[in-house]
């Protein structure tokens, strides 16, 4: 015979940065999406579902070529056809790609949509920052008042108090337009020009193609070199400060508390005018849990008619950690049900059933095992209540089910499958 060599076996690993999510974890992030849902629904957002994948230039032309996004955080390979595709580094982008795409323009406005799922950067991984992780966001078009801006981030507001966070911080800004924009880069050049030496080779290079990006650098030298340079607020146009100045108004309106930030920069070009983010101190140097802003350009530079654009991406895994210790998730059975014998096991089996169509969560014990062991089983997947099916309780026909928390036992006849049914709401509770 020949001598057939087994491979070795071997042990596979989620990849760095990527995270399996498991049971009971899983219903924390149930939770959240649950409450984001509901509240969607009560502003007119309606969900949308795109591909994960991307051909490049989606997120090169509209992120910027420039921005940390593009330079060193994307996920981009040839595809066996040889085209330069990206899993998605974040959810704008290939929203208005199917904005356009798809005409969604012609409904009447604002057009509202909000998506769920997961987004790839090829970033640094420590506490709180993946390489897969999930964002819950929210696009509302057409519309560039901004009363649509305030309302946006109370609804952002809304969800994550629904979610049980608490002591946020709302900061907003404006970093002006294409009309006001032009004067900002020539001041914030000039400034920056005269220490050019000090910065990193990322921001040298920054300067001429893209001075603002400079703000958004994280290399420590760079942020200290940058400090005192011209505040954008500063800068407006008067369109931009109106802008601003109503979107203030409105969201104290809303009471909605928030505070200005002139030195909030986002990573992404295709802002313009507001822009917002939403942080916990309880996050570390990962602050962020949420962010957006403006986007009135995008549309247009994706072949669409002009149209303004606002929207947010609040980011799964902060949330869960500031969430997980407040909330009471206790999973497991409403009802375990132990058969002692083979005729019991059968009777389980239907009662199981049945009570399963009428909405209750049933468990039933499959092995021949003593009712001690039964018993330990319920208890270790969290059984709410148990019931023994022996020779006795055939015989008889009736059962006590237990309330395994301390609640009051329930006596009763059984009767064909039938007989539990009347008792599902005490069950229940
Ligand atoms: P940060 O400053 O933390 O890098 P960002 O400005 O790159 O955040 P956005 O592109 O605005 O983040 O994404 C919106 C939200 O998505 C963030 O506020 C954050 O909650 C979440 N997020 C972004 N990158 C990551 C990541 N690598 N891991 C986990 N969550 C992330
Ligand atoms: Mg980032």
């Not at 508390?257 to 986002?266: A, M």
């Not at 949330?319 to 132990?338: A, H, K, Q, V």
Request: glycine fraction near 8%; proline fraction near 6%; charge should be neutral.
């Amino acid at each position: 015979m020949r001598n057939v060599k087994k491979k070795p076996r071997m042990k596979y690993k989620t990849l760095k940065g990527l995270q399996d999510i498991l049971p009971p974890e899983i219903s924390i992030w149930q939770h959240i999406e649950t409450k984001a849902k509901d509240i969607f629904k009560n502003y007119g957002y309606r969900e949308i579902r795109l591909p994960i994948m991307e051909s490049t230039d989606v997120f090169t032309r509209s992120i910027g070529e420039t921005s940390d996004i593009v330079e060193k955080e994307m996920y981009t390979f040839p595809d066996k056809g040889g085209r330069s595709v990206t899993l998605r580094p974040e959810g704008t982008a290939p929203f208005v790609r199917a904005y356009v795409e798809h005409h969604l323009y012609n409904d009447p406005a604002p057009q509202k949509f909000y998506y769920a799922g997961p987004m790839f950067r090829y970033e640094r991984p420590q506490a709180f920052r993946y390489r897969q992780f999930y964002q819950i966001g929210a696009e509302a078009m057409g519309i560039d008042d901004p009363k649509l801006d305030a309302e946006i981030i109370s609804m952002l507001s809304a969800i994550l108090s629904s979610i049980g966070l608490e002591g946020l911080n709302f900061e907003i800004t404006s970093i002006g337009c294409e009309k006001c924009r032009p004067a900002y880069r020539s001041a914030l050049k000039i400034y920056l020009g005269d220490k050019l030496n000090t910065f990193c080779s990322d921001c040298r290079r920054r300067y001429d193609a893209n001075p603002l990006r400079i703000l958004d650098c994280k290399v420590p030298a760079c942020i200290d070199s940058r400090k005192g340079s011209p505040p954008v607020l500063e800068y407006l146009c008067s369109d931009c400060k109106d802008h601003f100045d109503d979107l203030r108004k409105n969201l104290d309106l809303l009471n909605v508390p928030h505070s200005i930030n002139p030195n909030l920069v986002r990573g992404l070009d295709y802002y313009t005018k507001t822009a917002f983010e939403v942080s916990s101190e309880n996050l570390g140097s990962q602050s962020a849990v949420a962010a957006g802003g403006r986007y009135d350009g995008m549309v247009e530079e994706f072949g669409g008619p002009a149209t303004p654009g606002i929207g947010f991406a609040m980011g799964m895994e902060r949330i869960i950690p500031l969430i997980r210790d407040s909330l009471n998730i206790t999973e497991g059975p409403e009802l375990f049900i132990c058969p002692l014998g083979p005729e019991a096991s059968e009777k389980a089996l239907s009662i199981a059933e049945q009570l399963r169509s009428n909405g209750l969560w049933v468990e039933i014990n499959y092995d021949n095992t003593s009712l001690r062991s039964q018993m330990r089983k319920a208890n270790r997947i969290g059984a709410k209540n148990v019931v023994v099916l022996g020779e006795d309780e055939l015989k008889n026909r009736e059962i006590e089910i237990k309330n395994m928390d301390g609640g009051e036992d329930i006596k009763t006849l059984l009767q064909g499958n039938e007989i539990l049914k009347s008792l599902l709401p005490k069950i229940r509770k």
